[in-house]
């Protein structure tokens, strides 16, 4: 593959047509080298995000949960295995519970799909104190706190979201649970456990009870946003 754009046409060609997209997307990552593949799943994340958050694909929440992402999941992550395994730094401890095939890893994004998908024990409804805050953004340690309502937009947003946008969510928190790497950024607080399943029944719990957490995963990333608008990000 010669560069971005001959893979966007190549997308929007077969793009409409999802059924067919698939077969032929399985097709053409195996006929291309491993840097090619890199890039096409570079161009197809952000073309399908674009596509899904601008409700652009018709009656996708119509159909029950199909899985989509699994399809093409052992070409991802045989490539962010190889480059995860380049300079990997994953939890403190090492357990002997961590999921290591494919079906292992699919069974718990399902599971983590079902509890972003269940609103039966939402804490989102219930106001919050939020206190005054300083003029640089931070929660001030004096002020009088007032009751804000907070969560519904965040909510509506999770129940309205395509199924395939919460499984790739569902795909990148198991990745995040599963091993971080020093590259993401700032280090993230550590909080140590038993075993795999130990964080992984805490990560249930959170996704399930706060939809605002599954909401603050779909937010674009900073560098995407920069890209995007980076005289906006300069002055706000």
């Known amino acids: 593959m010669s560069d971005n754009g ?47 958050m ?15 992402v699994e399809e093409v999941a052992r070409h991802a992550l045989a490539l962010d295995d190889d480059y995860q395994a380049l ?17 292992e890893k699919k069974d718990l994004v399902r599971e983590l799909y079902d509890a972003m998908r269940d609103c039966s024990d939402k804490i989102d409804n219930t106001p919050a104190k939020r206190g005054k805050r300083k003029a640089d953004g931070r929660a001030g340690a004096s002020g009088t706190a007032h009751e804000e309502p907070h969560g519904n937009a965040q909510v509506r947003r999770v129940q309205e979201a395509p199924n395939v946008v919460l ?15 020093p590259w993401d950024g700032i280090k993230p607080k550590y909080e140590a456990y038993g075993s795999f399943h130990g ?18 995963l779909m937010e674009v990333d900073f560098v995407k946003r920069l890209a995007a608008a980076p005289k906006g990000e300069l002055t706000e």
Do not use: H
């Not at 300079?87 to 079906?103: A, M, R, V, Y």
């Open 167 to 181: 499984e790739i969510l569902c795909w990148k928190l198991l990745n995040g649970a599963i091993g971080i790497s």
């Open 87 to 103: 300079n990997d730094t994953k939890g403190l401890q090492k357990c002997g519970d961590f999921p290591t095939t494919l079906e």
């Open 54 to 68: 601008k409700q652009s694909v018709v009656d996708i929440k119509a159909f029950a949960f199909t899985p989509v």
């Open 6 to 52: 001959e893979a966007i046409d190549w997308y929007t060609e077969i793009g409409e047509d999802l059924p067919e997209a698939k077969e032929c997307l399985l097709g053409f990552l195996e006929s291309i080298d491993v840097r090619s593949q890199l890039l096409v799943f570079q161009v197809w994340d952000s073309i399908l995000w674009c596509r899904f």
């Open 199 to 216: 964080r992984f029944a805490e990560l249930l719990e959170a996704v399930k009870k706060s939809k605002a957490m599954v909401d603050n």
